[in-house]
């Protein structure tokens, strides 16, 4: 199965400043199948990016996502208060695995 | 607008089976483009899939618990069922029923979630 290793595991920022997480798999993700999810506390994941760089049915053009083969990203190019919580990165490509998560914490 | 909704036991002893449904509203589970699946999150940490299911009945589970786990649909009632045999404390978490886009299993996001519910197994 492919392993997905997220990083920082803590980003600590302040709303208006730019978010730079990391995805980086074991081996190549097929066709670029990778998905980026925001979850906030007490609820479920929410879909951000598929396809490495799609941005789902109305998400703010603040999120982007790039990458392909092993290494992807996940930009939110200036926090809102809102954007606090935990992302994940998936890849879809062949038994679907998540990253371990990436907390983003209010500096 | 599409609503999953699961429902099931709160509580299940070591052993036993753990049984959770999801039912679909604002949509059919019988179209096409689309597989259902289930997700789960042990408390504090992070997300593990399950397995899938198409309408046509055809499934795909993780390697780790395909021998434990039963994955089925029901169009008629517009839902599908999860069913984890043997179950022990590290079955602990929230499950997911949720809804993938795509025209194959693999190359399928997870675009609706449901709203989770957790499940604790306890004696």
């Known amino acids: 199965e492919i392993v997905l290793t997220q990083s920082p595991g803590t980003l600590s920022l302040s709303p208006g400043e730019r978010a730079t997480l990391s995805c980086r798999a074991s081996?190549?993700?097929?066709?670029?199948?990778l998905a980026w999810y925001q979850q906030k506390p007490g609820q479920a994941p929410r879909l951000l990016i598929y396809g490495a760089s799609s941005r789902a049915t109305g998400i703010p053009d603040r999120f982007s996502g790039s990458g392909s083969g092993t290494d992807f990203t996940l930009t939110i190019s200036r926090l809102e208060p809102e954007d606090f919580a935990v992302y994940y990165c998936q890849q879809y490509g062949s038994t679907y695995t998540f990253g371990q998560g990436t907390k983003l914490e209010i500096k | 607008q599409l609503q999953l909704q699961e429902s099931g036991p709160g509580l299940v002893k070591p052993s036993e089976t753990l049984s959770l449904t999801c039912t679909v509203s604002?949509?059919?589970?019988?179209?096409?483009?689309?597989?259902w699946g289930w997700i789960r999150q042990p408390p504090g940490k992070g997300l593990e899939w399950i397995g899938s299911?198409?309408?046509?009945?055809?499934?795909y589970f993780n390697p780790s618990l395909k021998s434990r786990v039963t994955i089925s649909v029901d169009t008629s009632k517009n839902q599908f069922s999860l069913k984890v045999s043997s179950v022990t404390a590290a079955d602990t978490a929230a499950y997911y029923c949720?809804?993938?886009?795509?025209?194959?299993?693999?190359?399928?996001?997870?675009?609706?979630w449901g709203q989770g519910t957790l499940v604790t197994v306890s004696s």
């Open positions: 949720a809804r993938l886009s795509g025209d194959y299993i693999w190359g399928s996001y997870v675009g609706y």
């Open positions: 081996q190549s993700v097929s066709s670029s199948y």
């Open positions: 604002g949509g059919s589970i019988s179209s096409n483009n689309y597989f």
């Open positions: 299911i198409y309408y046509s009945g055809s499934t």
